[in-house]
T-cell receptor
């Protein structure tokens, strides 16, 4: 059974710092990995999608890497801003049988960027 | 292009009642998945529908059910509500739901069971 772990559970940094969020998964048989952002009480916003054949993806100040063989992904946020404060979720897409695929999520890292 | 929409956004029910939540996927998307999010368990997969057929179901009791219509809109139903059903219910859509598809999430329905 696939398990996804995110460390740390919470992180507080001063504005302007670069930071790294970690995600690990137990089964390397994934199709892709997505990083999401969730603001309190809201839905999920997709930040980056990395297909299993890719090593990294970049969008603005965000860079996500994937090492499928070791079961790890990192999300790098450059020059953090107070508006980056949110919970960041990592999810892997796995095959669940009968032609169906599903996302398995980590519990998230709650990020606070202090002005 | 409009995103995934969910209605209602908030619901308050009492134990024993039943509830129906609705999800409209992005236009052209045929796969709809439902997830339950609670502080203790995080995000858990409920079920996935594609072309009006349930393709997959997570580890939830039979009180949780769903369906999909010919226009790809989906509903989920929870019968005989329990306090533990209080959660944020999220729906996600993708084009076909196949292996490399990206999923797009709606804003969620916050269900409170009293």
């Amino acid at each position: 059974k696939q398990e996804v772990t995110q460390i740390p559970a919470a992180l507080s940094v001063p504005e302007g710092e670069n930071l790294v969020l970690n995600c690990s998964f137990t089964d390397s048989a994934i199709y892709n990995l997505q990083w999401f952002r969730q603001d309190p009480g809201k839905g999920l916003t997709s930040l980056l999608l990395i297909q299993s054949s890719q090593r990294e993806q970049t969008s603005g100040r965000l860079n996500a890497s994937l090492d499928k063989s070791s079961g790890r992904s990192t999300l790098y946020i450059a020059a953090s801003q107070p508006g980056d404060s949110a919970t960041y979720l990592c999810a892997v897409r796995v095959y669940s049988g009968a032609g169906s695929y599903q996302l398995t999520f980590g519990k998230g890292t709650k990020l606070s960027v202090i002005p | 292009k409009a995103g995934v929409t969910q209605t209602p956004r908030y619901l308050i029910k009492t134990r024993g009642q039943q509830v129906t939540l609705s999800c409209s996927p992005i236009s052209g998307h045929r796969s709809v998945s439902w997830y339950q999010q609670t502080p203790g368990q995080g995000l858990q997969f409920l079920f996935e529908y594609f072309s009006e057929t349930q393709r997959n179901k997570g580890n939830f009791p039979g009180r949780f059910s769903g369906r999909q219509f010919s226009n790809s809109r989906s509903e989920m139903n929870v019968s005989t509500l329990e306090l533990g059903d209080s959660a944020l219910y999220l729906c996600a859509s993708s084009t076909t739901g196949d292996d490399y598809n990206e999923q797009f999430f709606g804003p969620g329905t916050r269900l409170t069971v009293l």
